[in-house]
T-cell receptor, first 112, second 113 residues
Framework: SQTIHQWPATLVQPVGSPLSLECTVE??????LYWYRQAAGRGLQLLFY??????ISSEVPQNLSASRPQDRQFILSSKKLLLSDSGFYLC???????????FGQGTRLTVV | GENVEQHPSTLSVQEGDSAVIKCTYS??????FPWYKQELGKGPQLIID?????GEKKDQRIAVTLNKTAKHFSLHITETQPEDSAVYFC????????????FGQGTILTVHP
């Protein structure tokens, strides 16, 4: 069966520090991968999606970037965090050509 | 692009009552509509979904209905239990963009014992 792993679960980082969040999927090949941000426990905003290795599409302009170095690995990064980057970050995957998406357990990021 | 509106934003019911959450969408090309349940501090979990070629789908105490003409769909939970308390999200997919979903703003459901 397919599983998705996302870490760390919580993270407190100072303003101006770098960020790296990692997501991996097991049990499937060539998944579509997504990064969402959720503010205040409501409303999922799509940040990035990827349909293959090295292929990244950005949905909103921001201080973050994403990379997909391997088929089932998706990384969310920032060179310098802002206070406004605080939030709950969720990774998700779906099978190519279908919209049924499955989410990881999320990372709570607090920028101080 | 697609726009999904979800109502109500909060819903409080007594245990055993039914709960209904409604969503409307704007893009008539949308053809897949999932519902997610999110418990505090966790990722959303897919609980039921429906495709545009059917009008209703049931799974035990949960059902989803779809009215393509009116462009709205609803989640129905019967015989609610305290463990149904969570945030529920609807979403819509237009089938054109690699599985990108547009989400509603969520409904906080509280079931009182």
């Amino acid at each position: 069966s397919q599983t998705i792993h996302q870490w760390p679960a919580t993270l407190v980082q100072p303003v101006g520090s770098p960020l790296s969040l990692e997501c991996t999927v097991e049990g499937t090949s060539n998944p579509n991968l997504y990064w969402y941000r959720q503010a205040a426990g409501r409303g999922l905003q799509l940040l990035f999606y990827s349909v293959g290795i090295g292929q990244i599409s950005s949905e909103v302009p921001q201080n973050l970037s994403a990379s997909r170095p391997q088929d089932r690995q998706f990384i969310l990064s920032s060179k310098k965090l802002l206070l406004s980057d605080s939030g709950f970050y969720l990774c998700a995957w779906s099978v190519d050509g279908a919209a049924k998406a499955f989410f990881g357990q999320g990372t709570r990021l607090t920028v101080v | 692009g697609e726009n999904v509106e979800q109502h109500p934003s909060t819903l409080s019911v007594q245990e055993g009552d039914s709960a209904v959450i409604k969503c409307t969408y704007s893009d008539s090309a949308s053809n897949y509509f999932p519902w997610y349940k999110q418990e505090l501090g966790k990722g959303p979990q897919l609980i039921i979904d429906i495709r545009s070629n059917v009008g209703e789908k049931k799974d035990q105490r949960i059902a989803v209905t779809l009215n393509k003409t009116a462009k709205h769909f609803s989640l129905h939970i019967t015989e609610t239990q305290p463990e149904d308390s969570a945030v529920y999200f609807c979403a819509a997919w237009d089938g054109t963009s690699y599985g990108k979903l547009t989400f509603g703003q969520g409904t906080i459901l509280t079931v009182h014992p």
